[in-house]
């Protein structure tokens, strides 16, 4: 998960301003406590380029993105990740996924992840 923190003021933002250090260290105890630590691993990353979706969350290998990770997810979350079922089918975290069209920054002239500005 992106834990990338910006200077404050900063025009794009970060996740980090909005608490994903606290929010990372919480999942990880969270995946602990769940027993879930020797096949759930959460690891802390710099931007992935969703910031304005932030906090961001990449979950793999179900190819799928969180935004607006709050520490109210935590329990949907560890619930979903005990699971075999993608993320995507979980009723509560259906709401966050960041949808293709999403993945343009609003704010800045961005192409989609996966192509070239050129295209
Ligand atoms: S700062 Fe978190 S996705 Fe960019």
Redesign the pocket.
Known sequence: M?T?R?PDGHP?????EKG?EALQRDIKSAVAQAGLHHTVRVCARS?????W????VAVMPDKAFLGGTTPEDIPALVEALGKPEPISEHAVLREKLVKPEEFDDPARDVVKLGTRRSE
């Open positions: 992106c990338n910006r794009k933002g970060s996740c980090g994903a931007c992935i380029d969703l910031c979706k932030g906090i961001s």
